[in-house]
C-alpha cells in the first residue's frame, strides 16, 4: 500500500475485554514501532520491532500489553483485560529499517474502553 | 532526562505572519530531532528534521534553529498559511548511536493561522 494502514479506526469496547489492534506497514520497511496518543499529548513509545522480533518493548505499561510481528511484516497490538486507562489512538510507524530515521505513521486506532 | 520540552501550549497567528515554536531537551545523548505536523484524525507527518551538526535547516517556509549549547531548538514558519493550522510536535531520539529511532516527543503545539 501506499503509506501505513491501522484497522479499525475505531474500536469501542467493554472493561475487561479483549482488544487486537493490527498495522500494515509500507511494503519493504523492516522496521516498525507502536506508539501511544493521549487526548492533548505527544505519542509515547511503547515497543519497536526489527524484522520480526521485538528489539525494545521498555515503553509496554505492563504485562496486559503485547505486541506480534510473526513475519516481519503484519503487526498486532494485543490488550488484554482493558481498563478506561488504555483508551487512547494507538499509532503504528514504519521506517526502512535500522539506521533510517523517518518513520511514516499511520492514522492510528481510537480505543475507547467504556 | 528523558523529557522534551515544548512551548507554547497554543499559538494564534496571522496570515502571513512567522510562527515560532520552541523545544528544549537535556539529554546530550540525542542526536535527532525531527517535527512532526498532525491534522485532526490523522497520524503525525514529518515536517522537517535537524541533527546537532549544524545550527540551522531550512526547507521551503520551514527551518529549524538549533542551539546545541543551550540543548534548545525551534520551528519558524515563515508566512504562514491557514493551512498550516495543525498541531505541531518536536522530537528528539538517539537512534543515530543505536539504530533504535525510539522517538521522546514534546507536549505539542496547536497551531492556527487566521485568514
Known amino acids: 500500500g501506499a503509506g501505513v494502514s491501522q484497522t479499525p479506526s475505531n474500536k469501542v469496547t467493554e472493561k475487561g475485554k479483549y482488544v487486537e489492534l493490527r498495522c500494515d506497514p509500507i511494503?519493504?520497511?523492516?522496521?516498525l514501532y507502536w506508539y501511544r496518543q493521549s487526548l492533548g499529548q505527544g505519542p509515547e513509545f511503547l515497543i519497536y520491532?526489527?524484522?520480526?522480533?521485538?528489539?525494545?518493548d521498555s515503553g509496554l505499561p505492563n504485562d496486559r500489553f503485547f505486541a506480534v510481528r510473526p513475519e516481519g511484516s503484519v503487526s498486532t497490538l494485543k490488550i488484554q483485560r482493558t481498563e478506561r486507562g488504555d483508551s487512547a489512538v494507538y499509532l503504528c510507524a514504519s521506517s526502512l529499517g535500522q539506521g533510517n530515521e523517518k518513520l511514516f505513521f499511520g492514522s492510528g486506532t481510537q480505543l475507547s474502553v467504556l | 532526562q528523558q523529557q522534551v520540552k515544548q512551548s507554547p501550549q497554543s499559538l494564534i497567528v496571522q496570515k502571513g505572519g512567522i510562527s515560532i515554536i520552541n523545544c528544549a531537551y537535556e539529554?546530550?545523548?540525542?542526536?535527532?530531532f525531527p517535527w512532526y505536523q498532525q491534522f485532526p484524525g490523522k497520524g503525525p507527518a514529518l515536517l522537517i528534521a535537524i541533527r546537532p551538526d549544524v545550527s540551522e535547516k531550512k526547507e521551503g517556509r520551514f527551518t529549524i534553529s538549533f542551539n546545541k549549547s543551550a540543548k534548545q531548538f525551534s520551528l519558524h514558519i515563515m508566512d504562514s498559511q491557514p493551512g498550516d493550522s495543525a498541531t505541531y510536535f518536536c522530537?528528539?531520539?538517539?537512534?543515530?548511536?543505536?539504530?533504535?529511532?525510539?522517538?521522546?516527543f514534546g507536549t505539542g503545539t496547536r497551531l492556527k493561522v487566521l485568514a
Open positions: 522530537a528528539a531520539s538517539g537512534g543515530g548511536i543505536s539504530g533504535t529511532y525510539k522517538y521522546i
Open positions: 539529554n546530550t545523548a540525542f542526536d535527532y
Open positions: 511494503s519493504g520497511h523492516t522496521a
Open positions: 520491532f526489527q524484522g520480526t522480533g521485538a528489539a525494545d
